[in-house]
């Protein structure tokens, strides 16, 4: 079960236990770490600043020019080599510590860049500027805490007994920005021995963070079922084959998956966020799409799932 640690600090002591590699000195630890808290309180309002600039101005995925073009100019600032154009839009560079050796260990931070395709509806001073765009997921914050961390590593690299790769990653949403950095050689001379991503969620509370072993998010997919029946006039439903409720059906059914087919210690989610299906009040439809997503923490628990919408599908 996730459980919810009670601070920063607690995180870092976790991996520090677990993990081969540390990002300092075990001599420098802590008095590290609180410097390190320290400065992260004054850097605060900046990261808002970031973060309000970037809502304000969101960008789909392959389309984060701007905000690719404010990261790496950040970068270039605090001294760091910069590689852009990876995986079209995105973005690395690498802290490395004063004295690091050629073998030393590398730690890969990736933070996401792009938004969605959803029109903001608030009354915010920093809303979207572009229609039909939204940070709703959170990457505006995501991409300023990366460029607040890379501020506070090259404050400190003198205590780095190895590398940290920051990695901002475009079309994170599409699940394409990874694959395309790869192909792109993000990871052709460096070869990271730990890679640690984050993502914030309003429910905990400030300074809190949740961690554990094994997976924390659910993989996700995305399904699209069609019916095609045949339409015809309401007056006259027995001559028709009614694709929305064939489709309504389908939808009811989905929801026993969960119920009826997956192991109750295992944790899984079948859901339907939309249904079209004709355009006329007074004619039976023949054709209805239905759209949904399933998630699970199981490679076998995701494979139950997709084969059991084909079956009911």
């Known amino acids: 079960m996730v ?12 991996f520090k236990r677990d993990l081969p590699i540390f990002f300092i000195h075990q001599s420098e630890y802590m008095t590290i770490i609180e410097q390190f808290k320290s400065e992260a309180e004054t850097l605060f ?5 970031w973060r309000r600039d970037f809502h304000r101005h969101p960008e789909l995925g392959f389309q984060e020019v701007r905000t690719a073009g404010i990261v790496a100019d950040h970068l270039r600032e605090l001294g ?5 154009g990876i995986g ?6 690498v802290v490395e510590g004063e004295t690091t050796p050629a073998d030393a260990p590398t730690v890969l931070l990736r933070f996401d860049m792009d938004a969605l395709p959803i029109h903001e509806q608030t009354d915010l001073p920093f809303r979207s500027q572009n229609d039909g765009v939204m940070h709703a997921c959170a990457h505006d914050g995501h991409t300023a805490i990366g460029m607040g961390v890379a501020q506070l590593l090259v404050r400190h690299r003198h205590a780095l007994p190895g590398r940290v790769m920051l990695v901002f990653q475009p079309a994170e949403e599409t699940t394409r920005g990874a694959q395309a950095m790869i192909a792109d050689g993000v990871l052709a001379d460096l ?3 730990a890679a640690f991503g984050l993502h914030l969620w309003s429910r ?8 554990q072993p094994g997976p924390l998010w659910a993989s996700a997919g995305r399904f699209t079922i069609t019916v095609h029946g045949r339409g015809g006039h309401g007056a006259v439903p027995h ?12 939808v009811v ?3 026993s998956i969960v119920a009826r087919n997956v192991d109750p210690a295992q944790t899984a989610v079948v859901s339907v966020g939309a249904l079209h299906s004709g355009d006329a009040w007074n004619i039976i439809s023949g054709k209805a799409t239905l759209t949904g997503t399933v998630r699970s923490f199981d490679t076998q628990v995701h494979q139950l799932l997709v084969r059991r919408l084909t079956e009911i599908s």
Do not use: C, M, R, Y
């Open 3 to 14: 459980q919810p640690t009670g601070s920063i600090t607690f995180v870092l002591e976790h």
């Open 88 to 93: 079209k839009t995105g973005v690395v560079a």
């Open 239 to 250: 001559e028709t084959v009614d694709a929305t409720l064939v489709a309504s059906q389908i």
């Open 80 to 84: 760091l080599e910069v590689s852009t």
């Open 191 to 193: 070869k990271p021995q």
């Open 204 to 211: 905990l509370p400030l300074n809190q963070v949740i961690v």
């Open 45 to 49: 309002p900046q990261l808002v600043a």
């Open 253 to 255: 059914a989905l929801q």
